[in-house]
Every structure is written in C-alpha cells, then in structure tokens.
C-alpha cells in the first residue's frame, strides 16, 4: 500500500491567516491525491481533485498544489467555517488517506 | 439532486455479519463507481474497497480480503457492503461514496453514514 503522511496533525490559526498542510506519498503518485474537508459528525466533503481542481462550488481561498510525491494544500485567508479536519487521499494505486490535519482557531 | 442515503444505525455481537445499504438517486447509477470508507470513534479515514456499478467489479482494501464483498443492485440503484466475521476494531461509522469520474477516484458524493457496533 502507498502511506500517506500528512503534517502538521494539527494546526491553530487566525481568522485571515495563510494556512498549509503537506502531504507526502511513500511512492510517486503523479497528481492522483485529492484533499477533503470533515466536520464533526459529517461526512467529508471533497474540495480539491487531482492535486490542483478546485471541486464545483469551493470558494477559492482554497487550492493545491505538487506532483509526484509531496504536495501542499493551502487556505489562503482562514475563516472561522474552514475549521475542520482536511484528509489528504492518493489513488495512483487502491486509495489510501492521510492521518488529518485539525485546524483550529487561535 | 444528487444523493446517496444509507440504512441506519446497526449493532453486532463479535464474529456477526453486517450489510449496509446505499441507495442512489439524481444520477445514473451505472455510470459511476461507488467507494466504501469507514471511520472508527476518533480517528481517521480508511478505504475499504470500491465496486464498478457498471459490471460489478470489485477492488477490496487487501486488510479486508475474505471479509468483506460489496454488490450492487442495479434495479434499486443500490449498492451493499457486507463484513463478515465482526471484531470490536470493526466498529465504526461507514460511508458510501460515489467516483468524481470513470478515470478520477475522487469521492464527489457521500452517504450520510452508518454507525455500526461491535459488541458482546
């Protein structure tokens, strides 16, 4: 199985910070990762494909980037709704997701 | 509009069976595959396979082979997971997810999840 390692794992920001996450696969996976947004008690919700797709209706403060096996995913002005837990998810091979990152407010 | 609803909540003794469901609407359900991911109390996502709604093929998450088996019906446009052999590591709530694409697996669309219990 490619590993995922996502970092930091958690993370606390202010509201119109700059916020980015990594993720690193074990193996090159081209652009095959997508990132994801959960909330508690909700199901994830796609917000980037393919390394660098914005999914319909993602505000654009979000956005990503990278190839092969380190990428970032970044919140360019963080608002008090982005808190969440963001997965990364790799599908050159069965997918597989990162471990989260939490972010939170300071 | 687009939706995948699951049936609900279901609790297990150790070494039961459990299948949920995950039925489609607003789409063509054969034009689209559908993941299953499952989330245990507090902690991360993991994939646990992927079934073509097409032709039926299946990948299986290779910790779940023998275990598990995913089917659709494409009369009803839903979609099964079945788990076999129930631990308590097993509970978890479990997601229905539909493929963005033929070519990308990007989970577009997700169930509102299913809690289930593992317990004597």
């Known amino acids: 199985d490619i590993q995922m390692t996502q970092s930091p794992s958690s993370l606390s920001a202010s509201v119109g910070d700059r916020v980015t996450i990594t993720c690193q696969a074990s193996q090159d996976i081209s652009n095959y990762l997508n990132w994801y947004q959960q909330k508690p008690g909700k199901a994830p919700k796609l917000l980037i494909y393919d390394a660098s797709n914005l999914e319909t209706g993602v505000p654009s403060r979000f956005s990503g980037s990278g190839s092969g096996t380190d990428f970032t995913f970044t919140i360019s002005s963080l608002q008090p709704e982005d808190i969440a837990t963001y997965y990364c998810?790799?599908?050159?091979?069965?997918?597989?997701f990162g471990g989260g990152t939490k972010v939170e407010i300071k | 509009q687009v939706q995948l609803v699951q049936s609900g909540a279901e609790v297990k003794k150790p070494g039961a069976s459990v299948k949920v469901s995950c039925k489609a609407s607003?789409?063509?359900?054969?034009?689209?595959?559908i993941s299953w991911v499952r989330q245990a109390p507090g902690q991360g996502l993991e994939w646990m396979g992927w079934i073509s709604a097409y032709n039926g093929n299946t990948n299986y998450a290779q910790k779940l082979q023998g275990r598990v088996t995913m089917t659709t019906d494409t009369s009803t446009s839903t979609a099964y997971m079945e788990l076999r052999s129930l631990r308590s590591d097993d509970t978890a709530v479990y997601y229905c997810?539909?493929?963005?694409?033929?070519?990308?697996?990007?989970?577009?669309?997700w169930g509102q999840g299913t809690m289930v219990t593992v317990s004597s």
């Open positions: 998810q790799q599908y050159d091979n069965l997918p597989t």
């Open positions: 607003g789409y063509t359900f054969t034009s689209y595959g």
């Open positions: 997810a539909r493929d963005l694409s033929v070519t990308t697996r990007a989970f577009d669309i």
